[in-house]
C-alpha cells in the first residue's frame, strides 16, 4: 500500500484554525457564563445562558461549513450530512431566539430605552430579526431543500452570514460594556478583557477562512 498524501499547507491552516476558533469559542462561552452576576434576575441569567449556547453553535456551524476538511464533512454523507446541518441550525437560532426574548423580558417597563440607548440592546434587537428569518430559511431547507433554487439558497448564506456577525457584535458589545463597568468598579477587568478578546477572534478566524476558501477553491460552496 502507498503511503497516503501529505495534507497540503492550505488544509493545515484551515484545520488549526478551526480547532483554534472552536477553542477560543468555548472559552469565551466559559467565561460569559462566569461573568453572570447573583444579583441578576434569573431570566436574565437564562437570557445569557442560551443566547450564548445559541451563538457558539451557529458560528461553529459556519466554520465547519467553510472548512471541508474536518470530520464533519468526512464522517457523513451528503443527506445526512445535510439534514444533520439544517437541524443544527434550527436549535442554534431557536436557542438565540428563545434568549433574545429573555433578554428583552429581563428589563420590563424599560424595553424602549434599553433598546435606544444601549449599543447591545439595539444590535441584539436587529440580531433577533435576522435569527428568525434564517430559521424560516433553515425550516424551509430541511423541508424542501430540493424544491428551492439556488438564488434562495444563496439569500440564506447572506442572511445567515449576516445574523452570525450582529449576534457576535452584541456578545462582544456587552463584553465591552462589562470591562467599562469593571474598570469604573475595579472589579474584574482582566477576566472580562480577556471574555472579550476570544469573543473577537473567532469570528475574525472565520472571516479569514471563508476569504482562504473562496481565493483557494474559488468557491463558499461545501
Not at 471574555?195 to 477572534?201: E, P, R, S, T, Y
Request: charged residues 10%; positive net charge; hydrophobic residues 50%.
Amino acid at each position: 500500500m502507498g503511503q497516503p498524501a501529505k495534507p497540503s499547507f492550505y488544509v493545515g491552516c484551515m484545520n488549526a484554525m478551526s480547532t483554534f476558533s472552536h477553542v477560543l469559542m468555548g472559552a469565551a462561552a466559559i467565561l460569559a457564563f462566569a461573568l453572570v452576576e447573583e444579583p441578576n434576575p434569573s431570566v436574565y441569567n437564562a437570557h445569557v445562558y442560551i443566547t450564548v449556547i445559541g451563538v457558539t453553535l451557529l458560528c461553529s456551524q459556519a466554520i465547519l461549513s467553510v472548512n471541508p476538511h474536518v470530520g464533519f464533512e468526512d464522517n457523513f454523507m451528503y443527506p445526512q450530512k445535510s439534514k444533520l446541518y439544517w437541524i443544527i441550525q434550527i436549535i442554534g437560532c431557536t436557542l438565540t431566539l428563545v434568549g433574545a426574548w429573555l433578554g428583552i423580558a429581563a428589563m420590563p417597563g424599560r424595553i424602549a430605552p434599553g433598546l435606544i440607548y444601549y449599543p447591545h440592546g439595539m444590535v441584539g434587537f436587529v440580531a433577533s430579526i435576522l435569527t428568525a428569518i434564517t430559521l424560516v430559511g433553515a425550516i424551509t431547507n430541511l423541508l424542501l431543500e430540493e424544491k428551492l433554487k439556488s438564488s434562495t439558497k444563496s439569500l440564506y448564506v447572506i442572511v445567515g452570514t449576516l445574523t452570525i456577525i450582529m449576534t457576535y457584535v452584541a456578545m462582544v458589545l456587552q463584553f465591552n460594556r462589562a470591562a467599562r463597568n469593571a474598570v469604573i468598579y475595579r472589579s474584574g477587568t482582566i477576566a472580562i478583557t480577556v471574555g472579550l478578546v476570544f469573543a473577537i477572534l473567532p469570528f475574525v478566524a472565520l472571516v479569514v477562512m471563508t476569504g482562504a476558501r473562496v481565493i483557494v477553491t474559488g468557491s463558499i460552496k461545501s
